[in-house]
């Protein structure tokens, strides 16, 4: 198999994952979650992340200046990755189990959806196509309008504050 075959098989494949993801996506049940923000007419605002990854815990926590936003089970943002690349991402957010307790909310939920602006540093096929896959799970406490989301996607984990606007 010559370079230019194994890297049309690549890509091949890669829009083969990206495809069912997409579709996967718009088949998850469409419920929304008012404690998430989502569905109440609240606009979740993320501010700032920092991440640390699992394969070097030593090495601390890193800020990649976050701004995204999550409304009506949708999200949508923009960071600096691991190696210093603006990145995007996008997808849809569902909650598995919430618990409002008077002012304190807990949350457990997944994004599924895409995420463009890494190259083969990150994985191989990343380096071939410009859009990947991404699948996170997610986990949050708030207190009011303000809160700290904890999320885990692959050998990185983040951490994320997070504030509820009214619209």
Not at 8 to 19: E, I
Not at 33 to 51: F, K, Y
Not at 56 to 66: S, V
Request: hydrophobic residues 45%; glycine residues 14%; charged residues 15%.
């Amino acid at each position: 198999m010559t370079p230019l075959s194994g890297d049309m098989t690549m890509s091949r494949l890669a829009a083969l994952v990206l495809a069912f993801s997409c579709v996967l996506a718009l088949s998850v049940d469409a419920q929304t979650d008012s404690a998430q923000g989502n569905g109440s007419g609240a606009v979740r605002l993320h501010v700032g992340m920092w991440t640390t990854h699992l394969s070097h815990p030593t090495q601390g926590l890193d800020a990649n200046w976050l701004v995204a936003v999550a409304w009506n089970g949708m999200y949508g943002g923009s960071f600096i990755n691991s190696f210093g690349d603006r990145a995007f991402a996008a997808g849809i957010e569902r909650s598995l189990a919430r618990s409002d307790g008077g002012r304190l909310a807990r949350g457990v939920g997944y994004r599924i959806g895409v995420v463009a602006g890494y190259d083969e540093r990150l994985t191989g096929i990343a380096g071939t196509i410009p859009i990947l896959p991404a699948f996170q799970m997610t986990s949050d406490v708030a207190v009011g309008g303000t809160g700290l989301e904890l999320a885990w996607a692959g050998k990185v984990a983040t951490m994320s504050p997070f504030m509820h606007v009214r619209r």
